[in-house]
């Protein structure tokens, strides 16, 4: 049991002075550190805990067959593929055999493109954006074009290998551009 004792200390000696009784008072601290003891329990357990942060991923739905799960509407498709340098290409739906719908572009006209792509397109749910990087691309690339999909509100878009074909169009462009800049 704590206690705190207050009784006096020394006393006066001397003539004149009376000497009187001094009571000592004594105060019980028991009830004080129980009632700090109920207040840090009370506080923990009334306190919110902190939440955990994460990426909100949007899955898509599960489909019955697994083949179709994946297909979309090649109106409402748009491929992106990272070059090297900062180099952007792009071509809607498929890509065509002479390859006429593959096209050039930079970080900050891709924007354009991908707004007019979207606005272009009947309904939301049909817009589906592919993102291909190649192995010359960096990653301040890829980062770059997943914070172009959150700027336009692109729900729908998937990081995808790119093919032989497509690498092929990216060097042939990329000498392109090199040989036309060096004229």
Do not use: W
Not at 68 to 75: G, R
Not at 84 to 104: H, I, M, Q, R
Not at 111 to 132: A, C, G, P, T
């Amino acid at each position: 049991m704590a206690e705190m004792d207050t009784s006096g200390g020394g006393h006066k000696k001397g003539p004149g002075v009376k000497k009187s009784k001094k009571l000592s008072t004594r105060v019980d601290l028991t009830p004080m550190v129980d009632l700090g003891f109920l207040l840090i329990t009370f506080f923990i357990f009334t306190t919110t805990m902190s939440q955990a942060t994460a990426m909100k991923l949007i899955l898509p739905k599960d489909a019955d067959k697994p083949e179709d799960q994946n297909k979309a509407k090649q109106s409402g498709v748009i491929t992106i593929l990272l070059g090297k340098d900062n180099n952007v290409f792009y071509y809607e739906g498929e890509l065509t055999p002479n390859a006429s719908n593959f096209s050039s572009s930079n970080f900050h006209d891709i924007r354009d493109v991908l707004i007019k792509k979207k606005n272009s397109v009947r309904e939301l749910k049909d817009f589906v954006v592919i993102l291909k990087p190649s192995e010359e691309c960096t990653y301040k690339n890829v980062v770059d074009i997943l914070d172009e999909m959150t700027i336009n509100v692109c729900t729908r878009y998937a990081l995808v290998d790119i093919t032989d074909i497509e690498t092929k169009l990216i060097q042939i462009s990329e000498q392109t551009a090199a040989a036309t800049a060096n004229k």
